[in-house]
Every structure is written in structure tokens, then in C-alpha cells.
């Protein structure tokens, strides 16, 4: 079956760049997202890349895929104390029920100051 | 962006009560909603998918009688967990969508802890 792996902690300076890895298992992926999910609170979706894309960038976030070895990447620069949060990587396979979401365990991401 | 929201957003009850969770959908009419579940330090688990007007198509391992979904409108849908035990505490979150291939969007969470 599907699965999404990702590392569960990540401490980084305010300031620095994070990066945040995850891979995948479903190499039939159509797309695959990073969802961003504050304390208590549901998931917002922060973005998202088509399976045929190898990167994209939206203001401080950069996604970079690579699709031969199922890895997908997401980089914040300038990283705030407000991207405190734990970041879920999420796939939706090909064929799967409706759109539904596989989703990583979630990289729980601390700033310092 | 669309706002989906959820009641309660915790409750407490005792075990052999049932506990109906609300989701809706505020500013857009939803097709299709999903139900996940997720456990402390855990990733979401999809337990259901539900279609309005329709029955709710159930994850492997997700107890139906036990996890009654219903989707009577586009703007609602409903879990209701009957006769709740201990071992059914967790974060129920909730996400709707207006029409396939269109993002989800999702509600804040339910904390449902049975003592």
C-alpha cells in the first residue's frame, strides 16, 4: 500500500533556511502537498506540486520533487517563529478513493529565536 | 480561502455515551466530505469518505456502526460515535470539498476524550 515517510523533528534557527524531506512509496502519485498544522488546530494547505513538475517556489516556500527516488522537499527561507507548526507531506494516489489524501506522520518544526 | 468548520471543538463524555460531531462547510456547498481521525504525535488517518445524498464509503478497519456518518446537506455532515469507549479519544478532523480534482479544505478538529 501507499506510505509517506517523513523525520518527526526539526529545530532551526529564526533566520535560517528549514527544509523539510518526506518520501513516498506510490510512484503513480498524481500530487503531492504540504499541509501546515498549528497547535489545536486543523491542517492548512500550504501548497502543492503536480507529479510532473520538478520544483516550485511560491514567496518563502520552495518545493523541490524528485521523482525517480520518490522524495519530495519543502524549504521555508527566512524561517519565522510563527512556522512553529508541524508540517504534514501528503500524496493523493492515482485511482485513490475520491481524492483522498495519504498523509506522512508530520515533521513537527520548532524556531528559535 | 473556504472555511470549514467544526462543533464541538472538544467534548468530554463517558464511556457507553454517543458524541455527534458536526462539520460544515461555511461559504461553498461541499460534495464530498472526509473524516479523519489522528492519534497524539500520529498522522491522520482517513476513516470515511461521504458523498451528500449518499452513504459514506468506509476506510478498512474503520467500524461503521460504530462511526455513523451523515451528509444530508452540501454544507453538512455529521459523525456521530456511538457507544464510546476510552480507546476512541483522539483528534477527529474533518475536510470538504466542492467538487473533485478542487482542494480540501479543513475544519479546526474535534477533541473527544471518553472517561
Known amino acids: 500500500g501507499e506510505d509517506v515517510e517523513q523525520s518527526l523533528f526539526l529545530s532551526v534557527r529564526e533566520g535560517d533556511s528549514s527544509v523539510i524531506n518526506c518520501t513516498y512509496t506510490d510512484s503513480s502519485s498524481t500530487y503531492l502537498y504540504w499541509y501546515k498544522q498549528e497547535p489545536g488546530a486543523g491542517l492548512q494547505l500550504l501548497t502543492y506540486i503536480f507529479s510532473n513538475m520538478d520544483m516550485k517556489q511560491d514567496q518563502r516556500l520552495t518545493v523541490l520533487l524528485n521523482k525517480k527516488d520518490k522524495h519530495l522537499s519543502l524549504r521555508i527561507a527566512d524561517t519565522q517563529t510563527g512556522d512553529s507548526a508541524i508540517y504534514f507531506c501528503?500524496?493523493?494516489?492515482?485511482?485513490?478513493?475520491?481524492?483522498?489524501?495519504?498523509f506522512g506522520k508530520g515533521t513537527k518544526l520548532s524556531v528559535k529565536p | 480561502g473556504a472555511v470549514v468548520s467544526q462543533h464541538p471543538s472538544w467534548v468530554i463524555c463517558k464511556s457507553g455515551t454517543s458524541v455527534k460531531i458536526e462539520c460544515r462547510s461555511l461559504?461553498?456547498?461541499?460534495?464530498?466530505m472526509f473524516w479523519y481521525r489522528q492519534f497524539p504525535k500520529q498522522s491522520l488517518m482517513l476513516m470515511a469518505t461521504s458523498n451528500e445524498g449518499s452513504k459514506a464509503t468506509y476506510e478498512q478497519g474503520v467500524e461503521k456502526d460504530k462511526f455513523l456518518i451523515n451528509h444530508a446537506s452540501l454544507t453538512l455532515s455529521t459523525l456521530t460515535v456511538t457507544s464510546a469507549h476510552p480507546e476512541d479519544s483522539s483528534f477527529y478532523i474533518c475536510?470538504?470539498?466542492?467538487?473533485?480534482?478542487?482542494?480540501?479544505?479543513f475544519g479546526p478538529g474535534t477533541r473527544l476524550t471518553v472517561t
Open positions: 461559504d461553498f456547498q461541499a460534495t464530498t
Open positions: 501528503a500524496e493523493t494516489p492515482y485511482g485513490g478513493s475520491q481524492g483522498n489524501l495519504i
Open positions: 475536510s470538504a470539498r466542492g467538487a473533485p480534482g478542487y482542494e480540501q479544505y
